[in-house]
């Protein structure tokens, strides 16, 4: 049963470099997103997917990429790290949007910028 | 739009002692869905509990319990008979009917005292 796979676990990266947030899920999930979890902050949404092909912007997009070209993956690219991207980032995925759908997550990827 | 709120950054309980966590939420629409989520220090995020606003009924599921008072908009989370295991972080968040997007609060740190 691996639900939703998020690698890698830990990252340190220095300020412009690039790097890609691998996520995958085995559930035939339609939706899925990104967070980022700060301290004080809570979750907040990055970007999220309704489906293969469909993406869209949430709450803090800026200076993250993401695609969906299939139902399984969910990758989330940083173009040029800055330090202010020094987090915990989570994928999370839910079979559709319905009201009632919870989020299944990952385990979480702690990520620093130097 | 969604809103959550939740005002206590940390707690500290007595073992065995029933505990409530706060959360309060803003929304115009009729129609959402409240969760409930725990996260350990280990960092998983563990679904809890849910209600949706129609429901007429407070959700419970073993030892917890949503305290849903629509009025006010809050769903304070009870967990009866608290465990030291139950010490971890507690997040509220919201769907509203059609909106993909789960609004989650900034948390509760609960500590349980032996």
């Known amino acids: 049963n691996a639900g939703v796979t998020q690698t890698p676990k830990f990252q340190v990266l220095k300020t412009g470099q690039s790097m890609t947030l691998q996520c995958a899920q085995d559930m035939n999930h339609e939706y899925m997103s990104w967070y980022r979890q700060d301290p004080g902050m809570g979750l907040r949404l990055i970007h999220y997917?309704?489906?293969?092909?469909?993406?869209d912007q949430g709450e803090v997009p800026n200076g993250y990429n993401v695609s969906r070209s299939t139902t399984e993956d969910f990758p989330l690219r940083l173009l040029s790290a800055a330090p202010s991207q020094t987090s915990v980032y989570f994928c999370a995925s839910s079979l559709t949007t319905g009201l009632n759908e919870k989020l299944f997550f990952g385990s979480g990827t702690q990520l620093s910028v130097l | 739009a969604q809103k959550i709120t939740q005002t206590q950054p940390g707690m500290f309980v007595q073992e065995k002692e029933a505990v409530t966590l706060d959360c309060t939420y803003d929304t115009s629409d009729p129609s959402y869905g409240l969760f409930w989520y725990k996260q350990p220090s280990s960092g998983e995020m563990i679904f809890l509990i849910y209600q949706g606003s129609y429901d007429q009924q407070n959700a419970t599921e073993g030892r917890y319990s949503l305290n849903f008072q629509k009025a006010r908009k809050s769903a304070n989370l009870v967990i009866s008979a608290s465990q030291l295991g139950d010490s971890a972080m507690y997040f509220c968040a919201m769907r509203e009917f059609g909106n993909e997007k789960l609004t989650f609060g900034t948390g509760t740190r609960l500590t349980i005292i032996p």
């Open positions: 997917s309704v489906g293969a092909g469909i993406t």
